[in-house]
């Protein structure tokens, strides 16, 4: 073969082959140019919808990929000075993005699965919506807006300082129902004005909003609204604002909140306004969190113009994992940063935080809640792991078909599995289970919701130590504590704050004692309810997670026999 040649062959598919000298790609048939302004910058867009900012000179690259040239000879024709590392990067992106037959990416319609755990229903009315509701609001300067949104929030920290005392303990005590109902609502419309905030700002903008409808986003429901139309725009100040709009709508309602809660002096009331304070203000946080889809991240992207910038980074940071754990050939970066791999490290580590933070969150509500509620935390922890499962099936084949040793392969899998089950098995936990109390002058007893228990001395054993929280609706506070003493358990009926941090007046459920505490001598006042967590010793990681995990849940699904107090 002579001295700079190279064989012809088939294109990749489906991206399963690496891009190489030798590869012609093909321009997909859903791409498109149109030009963005008059600096010289057009938009690739796929399917009419936009996907990426690109010079007059890419569009004649993209434009020359016809399927017979290779990309070599792309290389010498359009970038001669650049490195060959640096246009394979380039045409890595491309097909990254879906502009390339074979990866190309149908546009998002009605109903669309997002994995892991993201579900979204849409009307594609979207754009005669938003622009109705656009000529309905006066235009305002930019500058003002700013200004008016950093004095509102200025205010809304000095009124959170004065009100510290007041913010905690609406935080660590049980919520009156009326006021658990007018929070959901209240949230359910900040989430929807939220999104008609980006809606709207791109609207203002010049933009059309091509999706909204709501979701199912990390076990959350949520509304949304696709404006990767932004992409559009001519300045990155404009998308990076379309994407901070709605943080900043449940910063500033959180803001006023806070500010007319230093007004109010009924109790209740004021209770009310300050967990809406605290949940916009703990929103607005989260969803500027830039390793996960929230706004934090599409600010972030908008601002470095850096198109599928989590996309690139996880494929960045797992061929960097996968080339350290199982050898094999380096893949060539998608993000032409030294940061691209930490980054892509941190999207991949953030969601699984997030639903293991959820999912422990839901279990431990829910915990002693009954048959129903125990059924309703089975099924969901199913769930995640089952989801789970499948996709690091799914990594480990893709790791599997990129050409790695396969004798290495299989020995780090095991060696994996073997290091994970051994930790598990040694790396010593607590173990603590929770119940509701109720606490009538001197006695205190334990309760579990239901009809029927079969808590018994060897689940709740005698001389165990009890501590006793109050049972917030966001947060728990320490307010005694004391030891185990076995009785044999009765049915009952409690008030409705004894199990779940809601108040009902004249509500009550069923419950079963199942054993009672003797409350220590420092112990002071204790509230007439509130959430016990028994200390059950210390196990395993392994036997830790199936107590929390199935043996409680469990519990409450069981029968026992129980006697009538």
């Known amino acids: 073969m002579p001295p700079g040649s190279f064989p012809r062959r088939h294109?990749?598919?489906?991206?399963?082959?690496?891009?190489?000298?030798?590869?012609?790609?093909?321009?997909?048939?859903?791409?498109?140019?149109?030009?963005?302004?008059?600096?010289?910058?057009?938009?690739?867009?796929?399917?009419?919808?936009?996907?990426s900012r690109v010079s007059r000179t890419v569009v004649e690259l993209l434009r020359a990929m016809n399927g017979e040239t290779a990309l070599h000879d792309l290389h010498r024709r359009f970038a001669p000075s650049e490195s060959w590392e640096h246009f394979l990067r380039l045409a890595g992106r491309f097909r990254a993005c879906g502009l390339l037959e074979g990866d190309e990416k149908l546009p998002p319609g009605r109903v669309v699965y997002r994995p892991p755990f993201t579900l979204q229903i849409a009307t594609l009315r979207a754009p005669a919506i938003f622009g109705r509701l656009d000529r309905l609001i006066v235009p305002l300067p930019h500058r003002a807006v700013v200004m008016s949104i950093a004095i509102l929030l200025c205010l809304g920290l000095v009124a959170a300082t004065a009100q510290t005392e007041e913010l905690w303990a609406a935080l660590t005590t049980p919520v009156p129902l009326i006021v658990l109902a007018y929070l959901v609502v209240t949230l359910s419309l900040m989430t929807l004005l939220h999104e008609s905030a980006h809606g709207i700002t791109l609207t203002r903008f010049g933009?059309?909003?091509?999706?909204?409808?709501?979701?199912?986003?990390?076990?959350?429901?949520?509304?949304?609204?696709?404006?990767?139309?932004?992409?559009?725009?001519?300045?990155?100040?404009?998308?990076?604002?379309?994407?901070?709009?709605?943080?900043?709508?449940?910063?500033?309602?959180?803001?006023i909140a806070l500010i007319v809660a230093l007004t109010l002096s009924q109790p209740v009331i004021r209770q009310s306004a300050l967990l809406l304070a605290v949940s916009c203000g703990a929103i607005a946080l989260i969803n500027l969190i830039p390793f996960v889809r929230f706004d934090g991240y599409i600010a972030l992207m908008s601002a470095l113009d850096e198109p599928n910038l989590r996309a690139r980074?996880?494929?960045?940071?797992?061929?960097?994992?996968?080339?350290?754990?199982?050898?094999?050939?380096?893949?060539?970066?998608?993000?032409?940063?030294?940061?691209?791999?930490?980054?892509?490290?941190a999207c991949l580590v953030t969601p699984v935080v997030l639903v293991v933070f959820a999912v422990a969150r839901i279990a431990r509500a829910l915990a002693g809640g009954g048959p129903i509620l125990g059924s309703?935390?089975?099924?969901?922890?199913?769930?995640?792991?089952?989801?789970?499962?499948?996709?690091?099936?799914?990594?480990?084949?893709?790791?599997?078909?990129?050409?790695v040793p396969r004798l290495r392969f299989g020995s780090v899998v095991i060696a994996l599995v073997a290091s994970i089950v051994i930790a598990g098995a040694v790396i010593p936990v607590p173990v603590t289970a929770t119940f509701g109390f109720t606490a009538h002058g001197d006695r205190v007893v334990l309760l579990q919701a239901g009809e029927t228990g079969d808590a018994s001395e060897a689940d709740v054993p005698e001389g165990a130590r009890v501590v006793l929280m109050s049972n917030g609706i966001l947060a728990d506070e320490q307010v005694?504590?004391?030891?185990?003493?076995?009785?044999?358990?009765?049915?009952?009926?409690?008030?409705?704050?004894?199990?779940?941090?809601?108040?009902?007046?004249?509500?009550?459920?069923?419950?079963?004692?199942?054993?009672?505490?003797?409350?220590s001598e420092e112990t002071g006042s204790l509230p007439a309810t509130g959430q016990a967590r028994v200390e059950l010793g210390v196990r395993s990681l392994w036997q830790t997670l199936w107590v929390a995990g199935v043996e409680m849940p469990l519990s409450s699904l069981q029968s026992g026999e129980v006697g009538k107090e």
């Open 11 to 51: 294109r990749p598919r489906s991206g399963e082959d690496a891009l190489a000298a030798d590869s012609c790609p093909l321009l997909a048939s859903g791409v498109d140019f149109e030009q963005a302004d008059d600096d010289g910058t057009w938009i690739a867009t796929l399917h009419g919808v936009p996907s």
């Open 207 to 255: 933009g059309r909003p091509r999706r909204a409808g709501f979701m199912l986003f990390y076990l959350s429901p949520a509304f949304f609204v696709d404006v990767t139309d932004g992409w559009r725009l001519p300045e990155r100040r404009q998308r990076v604002a379309i994407a901070l709009a709605g943080p900043a709508v449940h910063a500033v309602v959180g803001a």
């Open 313 to 345: 980074a996880i494929h960045d940071a797992s061929g960097r994992l996968a080339g350290l754990l199982f050898g094999g050939q380096r893949s060539t970066k998608r993000l032409d940063t030294w940061w691209s791999v930490p980054f892509g490290l």
């Open 376 to 403: 309703l935390v089975m099924a969901l922890e199913a769930v995640v792991v089952i989801a789970g499962v499948v996709i690091l099936v799914k990594a480990l084949r893709r790791v599997l078909r990129s050409g």
């Open 480 to 519: 005694g504590e004391g030891v185990v003493w076995s009785q044999r358990p009765h049915r009952t009926r409690v008030p409705l704050e004894a199990l779940f941090p809601i108040v009902a007046d004249g509500v009550t459920v069923p419950a079963v004692i199942i054993a009672g505490v003797n409350v």
